[in-house]
């Protein structure tokens, strides 16, 4: 790639910005973590490629938002590093571990499968949940279909989920009663299309973060989209989202001051079309995310 002063690259914002604040001591406001879970998905999937691709993927970019006139080389951001062998029990406390002493304001979780969202969650310590999936994701047993489960089973009260984006003929009618039964809030890919994204958003992250205002977790399952533009999600299908209704959905919640988290998932780099859309697709979401984050009040 052709360098350019005068058009500074996000991966080396992202690297740059790290190497600064552990010479400094600044501490960081945001932060990206790799989770490269991918051994227990119900599909089989490469989805372990997908931190280092997305990373790679940032040197596309710039660092400039024009809709948010922001540019984000005023963010302290640091980048985590991956989460070594984040699958099962042992890999999920390693993940909570790291993700326990994160004290920044938003810490985007790139994987892996569905199923760093219970590990992320969980260690981020909130209290709310929102979803932009295709699925409900309350199966049982321990996999990339089971997070909000075992998140429910722990005592997560299911009235501060959300769950945005559920698509028909991609889940059952036991598990949308049981959605129901939990007391979860459902808003279809239908609604999101009358009511537009931030106006969903908004609604979702306020039923998530509850009275008291409490710390909110946004998991981006990447298979919400429409399989033109994530066809390396297993589980996407046609009619999903928009690209850029992902985009603006991330920037959304970066830009609510009640989400420490996002996750982004399900996306099998070595499944990618060439032109490589569903990983510059998230790594577009990380971009979004900062963004919106740099203009919180």
Known sequence: ????????????????????LATTGQPPVFGLLGVPAHITSLSSTNAHLTPRAVRDALNRYSTWSHSQQVDLRGLPAIDLGDIEEP?????????????????????????????????VTTGLRATGLVTLDAHHDLRDGMSNGSPVQRLLADGFDGSRIVQIGIGDFTNSRDYARRAQEYGVTIIDRDQVEDLGVEAVMAKAIEI????????VHVDLDVDVCDRSVAPACPASTPGGLSAHQLRRAA????RAPSVIGIDLTEVDAAADAPDGRTVRLVALCVLEAAAGMSRRT
């Open 251 to 254: 920037r959304a919640a970066g």
């Open 1 to 20: 790639m052709t360098e350019d002063p005068r058009w500074p690259r996000a991966g080396t914002w992202l690297a740059d910005s790290t190497r600064h």
């Open 208 to 215: 998530a973060s509850g009275p008291d205002r409490g710390p």
């Open 87 to 119: 699958d099962g029990p042992d890999g999920e406390a390693r993940t909570m571990s790291v993700l326990s002493s994160w004290s920044g304001r938003l810490l985007i979780a790139i994987g892996g499968d569905n199923s760093i969202t219970y590990a």
